[in-house]
């Protein structure tokens, strides 16, 4: 399911699908507009933000086409399952300039000792920062939030 939202109100969404009984539950449920030609509405001028609810597997695919189509893209983790796609991935966004937010959350269990507060950003989110500072260069602006878990972790 891919979701596409209008430049003048998030109050349109179009709604990518292959089954229309489906879609039309979801239409009359949710008030969507249905598509069932996607390439129709990647070139809707119209759209600028697709959010990309699929198999992970075809994220690239729909993430670079929205890219090369000028659209924002909301794309949910794992963001590729393999190097080539995400420098797919990279290079369509380059080409586009459409990259505004990266949000990056990990959730690990504490299964190898204390990987609390005080140790979990320099035991394992460093190669996540590493990684995307790889493939995307030095952010402009960094903003770090902190969520309190069970007592230990």
Known sequence: MLTYCCQQSFATRYVFGRNPKKLKEL???YGIHPVTDMNEKMENEEID????CLPNELYCTYAVQA???KKHV???TP???NISDAIAMQTAQQKSGKLRKLQIQR???PVWGDLGQANIVTSLMCHDIDFVTYLLGRPKKVQVAKTLGKEGQ
């Open 49 to 52: 933000l697709v959010d990309i």
């Open 67 to 69: 890219l090369e189509h």
């Open 79 to 81: 963001v590729a399952l």
């Open 27 to 29: 239409e009359a449920k």
């Open 74 to 76: 909301l794309c949910e």
């Open 107 to 109: 959730n690990t269990t």
